[in-house]
């Protein structure tokens, strides 16, 4: 089957050299991401909850899938699956308050299922009380069993070892993440073309992603083409890339003990360092993998007071233009 124009334009903008630093990470992040939580953890069906705003975006249905789009509860939180579909949601600030600043949230989820509450509405609305115009962005997944028990057993078995993983391939993110990437690109474009509509300046658009999320975050921004003006990478992979001589701002907060990224280094501060490029790190002592918006009683529920910190002394948070 030949590759749709879009699908190859976007491998070929993929940076090969970062692409083989990624799929070092790739295996792991194919796991749904899970805070660290003793109660509410079981997965329960819900019926699709009302998205008023959402915006279809112009990526097309995801080839080759024919499961429903399904949702669950877990851990007092709502969950996307099987999304075929892409839509951009927008979060606003009052237009007085506006400081034309804008941030596309990519929720996180193993590229299986989608954290739509903890990492996409709820951040998007802090963000917009602090001025910012946020955009929800539900991306397209790799198909899972349509019902839930399909698809409790199949995590079972990835994270027992028991389904066989093939070895890494060195051009995975550029070809697995084809559709996640042109959902990412698709969103951009749409928020820069209504730029004036949404009081957003369009030089002053970042991304902030979540675990899958932020690989996807990271994937856009090495990609040879307009990069957001400034990113943040939440529990994402650390791992070592080719930065390009334009690499936005990047901010990234880690905690010590979650179990996929804190044991492999630092590699990716490092990168951004050595490339000259600006960078902060918060490595909190305790919060696990999937912390997002949750309250809980540990210092990594301030890194989303810390990342609007850091967008203010950047200026990001200045009146619009």
């Given at each position: 089957?030949?590759?749709?124009?879009?699908?190859?334009?976007t491998r070929r903008s993929t940076r090969l050299g970062t692409?083989?630093?990624?799929?070092?990470?790739?295996?792991?992040?194919?796991?749904?991401?899970?805070?660290?939580?003793?109660?509410?953890?079981?997965?329960?069906?819900?019926?699709?909850?009302?998205?008023?705003?959402?915006?279809?975006?112009?990526t097309g249905p995801l080839p080759g899938t024919r499961a429903?789009?399904?949702?669950?509860?877990?851990?007092?939180?709502?969950?996307?699956?099987?999304?075929?579909?892409?839509?951009?949601?927008?979060?606003?600030?009052?237009?007085?308050?506006?400081?034309?600043?804008?941030?596309?949230?990519?929720?996180?989820?193993?590229?299986?299922?989608?954290?739509?509450?903890?990492?996409?509405?709820?951040?998007?609305?802090?963000?917009?009380?602090?001025?910012?115009?946020?955009?929800?962005?539900?991306?397209?997944?790799?198909?899972?069993?349509?019902?839930?028990?399909?698809?409790?057993?199949?995590?079972?078995?990835?994270?027992?070892?028991?389904?066989?993983?093939?070895?890494?391939?060195?051009?995975?993110?550029?070809?697995?993440?084809?559709?996640?990437?042109?959902?990412?690109?698709?969103?951009?474009?749409?928020?820069?073309?209504?730029?004036?509509?949404?009081?957003?300046?369009?030089?002053?658009?970042?991304?902030?992603?979540?675990?899958?999320?932020?690989?996807?975050?990271?994937?856009?921004?090495?990609?040879?083409?307009?990069?957001?003006?400034?990113?943040?990478?939440?529990?994402?992979?650390?791992?070592?890339?080719?930065?390009?001589?334009?690499?936005?701002?990047?901010?990234?907060?880690?905690?010590?003990?979650?179990?996929?990224?804190?044991?492999?280094?630092?590699?990716?501060?490092?990168?951004?360092?050595?490339?000259?490029?600006?960078?902060?790190?918060?490595?909190?002592?305790?919060?696990?993998?999937?912390?997002?918006?949750?309250?809980?009683?540990?210092?990594?529920?301030?890194?989303?007071?810390?990342?609007?910190?850091?967008?203010?002394?950047?200026?990001?948070?200045?009146?619009?233009?």
């Amino acid at each position: 089957m030949k590759a749709s124009p879009q699908f190859a334009r976007t491998r070929r903008s993929t940076r090969l050299g970062t692409a083989a630093g990624l799929a070092m990470t790739i295996s792991a992040m194919l796991f749904v991401a899970r805070p660290v939580h003793a109660q509410n953890d079981a997965m329960t069906p819900i019926p699709i909850p009302p998205q008023p705003g959402a915006i279809v975006l112009d990526t097309g249905p995801l080839p080759g899938t024919r499961a429903p789009e399904t949702w669950h509860s877990q851990y007092g939180s709502q969950f996307a699956r099987n999304v075929t579909i892409a839509t951009l949601t927008p979060f606003l600030p009052d237009p007085a308050k506006a400081t034309g600043a804008a941030v596309i949230v990519a929720p996180g989820g193993g590229f299986q299922t989608l954290s739509m509450e903890n990492e996409g509405w709820d951040v998007a609305r802090a963000l917009a009380a602090r001025g910012v115009a946020a955009f929800v962005l539900k991306y397209r997944l790799h198909p899972t069993p349509a019902d839930m028990p399909g698809f409790e057993r199949s995590m079972r078995e990835m994270f027992s070892g028991v389904a066989r993983r093939p070895p890494p391939d060195p051009h995975a993110p550029a070809a697995s993440l084809a559709p996640q990437i042109a959902d990412a690109d698709a969103a951009f474009a749409l928020v820069r073309a209504n730029a004036a509509k949404w009081h957003v300046d369009p030089d002053k658009v970042g991304m902030v992603g979540f675990s899958a999320g932020a690989m996807l975050t990271l994937t856009t921004t090495l990609a040879d083409r307009d990069k957001p003006a400034f990113i943040g990478i939440i529990y994402g992979p650390l791992a070592p890339v080719k930065v390009p001589d334009d690499a936005p701002p990047m901010f990234a907060a880690l905690a010590a003990d979650d179990p996929f990224f804190a044991h492999g280094g630092f590699g990716l501060i490092d990168s951004w360092m050595t490339a000259k490029r600006p960078v902060e790190f918060h490595l909190y002592e305790q919060g696990g993998h999937g912390f997002g918006m949750y309250r809980k009683e540990t210092t990594s529920t301030g890194w989303f007071d810390a990342f609007a910190g850091w967008m203010k002394m950047h200026g990001w948070l200045g009146a619009v233009r």
